[in-house]
Nanobody, 129 residues
C-alpha cells in the first residue's frame, strides 16, 4: 500500500522556522520523479507551493512566489524522504501542508493538484503573529 506520511508541523510565532518531512513507501521509483508540497489555508483552495523534479542527474525545483526565498524543498538521495524547510514564517503560511508524488507531467512546474495521484494525510502548521 502506497504511503506518504508527513510530519514536522506545529505552532510557531511569526519569524520562526519549521522543517516538514514526508516519508514515502511502497511507491514505484518513477512515480516519485515529481514531488510537491501543497498548502491549504483556512477557507482556501489547496495550492502547490514547492516542487522538485528529480528526472535526470540534477533536481529542478520550483516555488510559488509567496514562499520564494523563505522555503526550500529537498529530498534524500533515494527519494524516500521529501523535506520542506520553512524559514521566516508568516501568519499567512498557516494551513494544512500535504506532500504529493507522481510521474512528472510536461507542466510539472505549475504544481497542479490534479497532476498528483499520491498524497499524504497532511500536517498542520500554525503561525501566530
Amino acid at each position: 500500500q502506497v504511503q506518504l506520511v508527513e510530519s514536522g508541523g506545529g505552532s510557531v510565532q511569526a519569524g520562526g522556522s519549521l522543517r516538514l518531512s514526508c516519508v514515502v513507501s511502497h511507491l514505484t521509483y518513477s512515480r516519485r520523479d515529481c514531488m510537491s508540497w501543497f498548502r491549504q489555508g483556512p477557507g482556501k483552495e489547496r495550492e502547490g507551493i514547492a516542487v522538485i523534479n528529480s528526472v535526470g542527474s540534477v533536481g529542478s525545483t520550483g516555488y510559488t512566489d509567496g514562499v520564494k526565498g523563505r522555503f526550500t524543498i529537498s529530498q534524500d538521495n533515494f527519494k524516500n524522504i521529501l523535506y520542506l524547510q520553512m524559514n521566516s514564517l508568516k501568519p499567512e503560511d498557516t494551513g494544512m501542508y500535504y506532500c504529493a508524488a507522481d510521474s512528472c507531467r510536461v507542466n510539472w512546474f505549475q504544481m497542479l493538484a490534479a497532476d498528483y495521484r499520491y498524497w499524504g494525510q497532511g500536517t498542520q502548521v500554525t503561525v501566530s503573529s
